[in-house]
C-alpha cells in the first residue's frame, strides 16, 4: 500500500526564500494564470501563505516542492521572497505519492492532469510494492495497485486503467480532450491507435470538422487492430453524419420568437407548439377518414 506520513509533533514550519524551491520533476498538474490563480494572488498579497507548503530536501541543494506548486507561483507574482515549508525527508516513491494525493484534492482537474498523476502513482505503488514485497505476482502488484489508486481517488481500477490509456494520445489529441472537443469514452478508444494513426485522425477531424462519436472512435479501433487505419478510412467515417443529428430538429430561438409575444416562456412556448401539433394531426386524422 501507498506509505502514510503522519504529520508528527517534531515537524515545524521553516522560512524558505522562495528562490530555494523548484517544481517536482515532471509533475502532471499545470499552473495556469487564470481567474482562480489571479484570486489567489489577490489573497496572497493581502493575508501571506496561510497553508505552508511541503517539500523535499535537493541532493543538488535547495528543496523539491511536493505540495503546493500553485501556492509558490502566486507568491512569486505577489512579491514574496519568504514561503512557510513543512520540509520532509522522503524517497522518490513516497514523494510521487504525497505529490499525486494533494493535487488530487484540487475542485478542477483536467483529464490530462488525472491521467499522468494515476499513471505516477502507480508506478511508485508498484516500486514501494516490489521493495516491501507485497506479492510474488507482477500481475497481482499491477492489480493490487491500480485498485489502491482508485480507491484513494475515488474512482474504479477500471477507470483509473482508461485516464492512464488517456497518457497513450499524442499532446495535440489530448488537449483536444482537456479542451472537451473531443469526450473521454472515445479519446480512450483512440488512445490505442499508433502515433501515424493519431495524426491522420487529427487531419481528418480537423478536414471534417467533427468530433467522434463513441462508436465512430470504435469503429476507427477496430481498423488499426485490422491494419486498415488510413487516412481515407477515418475521413469516411469522420465524414458521416451522426445518427444524433440525423434525428434531431433544431428551432431557434430568434426564429420562434416572432411568432409569440414577449412575454412568454420557453416553456409556455413548447406548451403551445405541441398543442397546435396535436390539433394538426388530428386535422390530419379528420381528413384521412373521410
Same mark, same amino acid.
Given at each position: 500500500?501507498?506509505?502514510?506520513?503522519?504529520?508528527?509533533? @517534531? $515537524?515545524?514550519?521553516?522560512?524558505?526564500?522562495?528562490?530555494? %524551491?523548484?517544481?517536482?520533476?515532471?509533475h502532471p498538474?499545470?499552473? %495556469?494564470?487564470?481567474?482562480a *490563480? #489571479?484570486?489567489?494572488?489577490e +489573497?496572497?498579497a493581502?493575508? !501571506?501563505?496561510?497553508?505552508?507548503?511541503?517539500?523535499?530536501?535537493?541532493?543538488? !541543494?535547495?528543496?523539491?516542492?511536493?505540495?503546493?506548486?500553485?501556492?509558490?507561483? &502566486?507568491?512569486?507574482? &505577489?512579491g514574496? $521572497?519568504?514561503?512557510?515549508?513543512?520540509v520532509?525527508n *522522503?524517497?522518490?516513491? &513516497?514523494?510521487?505519492?504525497?505529490m499525486?494525493?494533494?493535487?488530487?484534492?484540487?475542485?478542477h482537474?483536467?483529464? +490530462?492532469?488525472r491521467?499522468?498523476?494515476? =499513471?505516477?502513482?502507480?508506478?511508485?505503488?508498484?516500486?514501494?510494492?516490489?521493495?516491501?514485497?507485497?506479492?510474488s505476482?507482477?500481475?497481482?502488484? =499491477?492489480?493490487?495497485? %491500480?485498485?489502491?489508486? !482508485?480507491?484513494?481517488?475515488?474512482? +474504479?481500477?477500471n477507470?483509473?486503467?482508461?485516464?492512464?490509456?488517456?497518457?497513450?494520445?499524442?499532446?495535440?489529441?489530448l488537449?483536444?480532450?482537456?479542451q @472537451?472537443?473531443? +469526450?473521454?469514452?472515445?479519446?480512450?478508444?483512440?488512445?490505442?491507435?499508433?502515433?501515424?494513426?493519431?495524426?491522420?485522425?487529427?487531419?481528418?477531424?480537423?478536414?471534417?470538422?467533427? &468530433?467522434?462519436?463513441?462508436?465512430?472512435?470504435?469503429?476507427?479501433? @477496430?481498423?488499426?487492430?485490422?491494419?486498415?487505419?488510413?487516412?481515407?478510412?477515418?475521413?469516411?467515417?469522420?465524414?458521416?453524419?451522426k445518427?444524433?443529428e440525423?434525428?434531431r430538429?433544431?428551432? =431557434?430561438n430568434?426564429?420562434?420568437?416572432?411568432?409569440?409575444?414577449?412575454?412568454?416562456?420557453?416553456?409556455?412556448m413548447?406548451?403551445?407548439?405541441?398543442?397546435? %401539433?396535436? #390539433?394538426?394531426?388530428?386535422?390530419?386524422q379528420?381528413?384521412?377518414?373521410?
Amino acid at each position: 500500500m501507498a506509505e502514510k506520513h503522519e504529520p508528527n509533533e @517534531k $515537524e515545524q514550519i521553516q522560512q524558505l526564500p522562495l528562490t530555494e %524551491l523548484h517544481p517536482f520533476p515532471n509533475h502532471p498538474f499545470k499552473v %495556469l494564470e487564470d481567474e482562480a *490563480m #489571479q484570486r489567489t494572488v489577490e +489573497s496572497i498579497a493581502q493575508y !501571506g501563505v496561510l497553508a505552508p507548503l511541503i517539500a523535499r530536501p535537493r541532493p543538488e !541543494g535547495g528543496y523539491e516542492i511536493l505540495s503546493g506548486h500553485r501556492r509558490q507561483y &502566486a507568491a512569486k507574482l &505577489a512579491g514574496l $521572497e519568504i514561503l512557510p515549508v513543512i520540509v520532509r525527508n *522522503m524517497d522518490d516513491s &513516497a514523494a510521487v505519492v504525497l505529490m499525486v494525493d494533494s493535487n488530487l484534492q484540487r475542485e478542477h482537474i483536467l483529464p +490530462s492532469e488525472r491521467a499522468f498523476a494515476y =499513471k505516477m502513482k502507480l508506478e511508485a505503488l508498484k516500486n514501494q510494492g516490489a521493495r516491501s514485497d507485497l506479492t510474488s505476482s507482477q500481475v497481482g502488484m =499491477k492489480l493490487q495497485a %491500480l485498485d489502491i489508486v !482508485g480507491q484513494e481517488a475515488g474512482d +474504479s481500477r477500471n477507470q483509473v486503467h482508461r485516464f492512464i490509456r488517456l497518457t497513450h494520445l499524442i499532446p495535440e489529441l489530448l488537449e483536444l480532450v482537456d479542451q @472537451k472537443k473531443i +469526450s473521454f469514452n472515445p479519446a480512450v478508444e483512440l488512445s490505442y491507435l499508433t502515433e501515424p494513426e493519431q495524426r491522420d485522425f487529427l487531419e481528418a477531424m480537423q478536414d471534417t470538422q467533427n &468530433a467522434p462519436s463513441l462508436s465512430q472512435a470504435q469503429r476507427i479501433k @477496430k481498423l488499426s487492430q485490422e491494419s486498415q487505419c488510413s487516412y481515407e478510412a477515418i475521413f469516411d467515417i469522420m465524414g458521416e453524419e451522426k445518427k444524433a443529428e440525423m434525428d434531431r430538429v433544431t428551432l =431557434k430561438n430568434e426564429v420562434l420568437r416572432k411568432y409569440f409575444p414577449h412575454s412568454y416562456t420557453p416553456k409556455q412556448m413548447e406548451d403551445t407548439i405541441l398543442r397546435l %401539433l396535436e #390539433q394538426w394531426q388530428k386535422k390530419r386524422q379528420r381528413s384521412a377518414e373521410r
